[in-house]
């Protein structure tokens, strides 16, 4: 009997497969648990949305962070996923060594339509076991905010959030880490 094994990727094997030319830049590739993941697609509402609310956050947050789109980010479990957005501490030449670690990063954003599913298992599992503290889902299709706060471990080793909000568009929020800067989610869904 033939057993199949995949070929799981260190971050640093995964970086040598981009410097050494075999994944290219427009390849829509993320490393999650060590292995090679093909992005979808983005529709039209998608694209519209992330740039939108880039935009949106830059103006609520001008130098006070840096504002990421579809940047990697370096978590501890072997994987680079390429967050939709992602805010990080500091300014962008923090990040010319390395993509921002767990302890960087005020917000993750994942922008969700045709992969809501994924963002809300697979993606929402590594960004808990990460510790990243909070996690939006913008789900273009029902037109609303998924919230997550409090990563933590259940008892059977998944990891999840304890806090799950909605936020419909109508409404605003704040951002974490800038409380003082509010959101107003009727100008980020097209």
Known sequence: MNVVTT???SIDEYHRLIELGFLQEGDRIELIRGELIQMVAKGTPHTVCGSILCRQLDRLLGD?????????????NQSEPQPDVAIARGIDE??????PYPEDIFLVIEISDKTLDYDQTTKL????EARISDYWIVNLNARQLERYTQPYQNAQGKFNYLSKQISLAHQSVAIPGFENAVLDLSRIFP
């Open 7 to 9: 070929k799981r990727f």
């Open 64 to 76: 006070r962070a840096v504002i990421r789109g579809q940047d990697p980010i370096t978590l501890p």
């Open 94 to 99: 923090d990040y010319l060594a390395h993509h």
């Open 125 to 128: 599992e590594i960004y808990a």
